[in-house]
């Protein structure tokens, strides 16, 4: 797919971090329960971290206590990028933003959460920059 946003490897190396850039553009994962928004309830949009696209509320955030900050939606239905995983010996769907190509997690279905989509976007806090709403 063509992204909006499209630089050179290079670039994406001087403006990331080296964790950034491990898990938004190698489509790597931060460890469990170490994410600056695996608990966080503030109000607010989580873009990304790469380029400010809008991808969730925190009106779609819950608690699923997976480790990672958890989504049962994304802010709009072309905000993110859905993509066949079968690394790691097992079928998931990778999650990516539309504008830029970033890997911002998998998204699981039918856990049984108590959620409107039966859905879980498990999210890496590093793939996401929270803008709090201001009250």
């Not at 490897?9 to 938004?24: C, H, I, K, M, T």
């Not at 933003?97 to 590093?126: A, K, M, W």
């Amino acid at each position: 797919m063509a992204y909006e946003i499209d630089k050179p490897d290079e670039q994406w190396r001087a403006e990331l971090s080296p964790e950034e850039y491990r898990v938004l553009r190698e489509a790597g994962t931060e460890r469990p329960f170490t994410g600056e928004y695996t608990d966080t309830e503030t109000t607010g949009v989580y873009g990304c971290r790469a380029c400010g696209a809008e991808l969730f509320r925190s009106t779609e955030k819950f608690a699923s206590h997976c480790g990672w900050p958890s989504f049962y939606d994304p802010a709009g239905s072309d905000a993110v990028e859905l993509i066949t995983d079968s690394s790691m010996g097992m079928t998931r769907t990778e999650v990516r933003c539309v504008r830029c190509g970033s890997h911002l997690g998998h998204v699981f279905e039918g856990e049984g959460y108590p959620t409107p989509t039966d859905q879980r976007y498990c999210i890496n806090s590093v793939s996401l920059r929270l803008e709090p709403s201001e009250s």
